[in-house]
């Protein structure tokens, strides 16, 4: 069975930082790309960031560009999403995404639309 468990979230000032992490089971995620999104409460669901397998590629929304990275460790069949400076606008529950089919590259934001294998989420909130 396909699942996707992340984990990381909680409570931090603005200014700083968390770290997510995704773990895959019931599949070797390092043929797939994988991503990050998050829903804030009565807005929509948004891709944020979305990682390629095989060269690493990356894409981010410009939300959170220059703030946060992503990154694999296919051993730990695990993907991370490291988020610093963080903001009250970044609180939000952040979901990991597999695709439900081989689909192994991020080329740009469109990527986001393929990635529909959800975990159950991590609430992640930025208040001082």
């Known amino acids: 069975q396909v699942q996707l468990v992340e984990s990381g979230g909680g409570l931090v000032q603005p200014g700083g930082s968390l770290r997510l992490s995704c773990v895959a089971s019931g599949f070797s995620l390092d043929h797939f790309a994988i991503g990050w999104f998050r829903q804030a409460p009565g807005k929509d669901r948004e891709g944020i960031s979305c990682?390629?397998?095989?060269?690493?590629?990356?894409v981010f929304a410009d939300s959170v560009k220059g703030r946060f990275t992503i990154s694999r460790d296919n051993a730990k069949n695990t993907v991370y999403l490291q988020m610093n400076n963080l903001k009250p606008e970044d609180t939000a529950v952040y979901y990991c995404a597999a695709p439900r089919t081989w689909y192994p590259s991020c080329i740009d934001e469109r990527a986001f639309h393929f990635l529909t294998n959800w975990g159950q989420g991590t609430q992640v909130t930025v208040s001082s």
């Open positions: 990682i390629s397998s095989g060269d690493g590629s990356t």
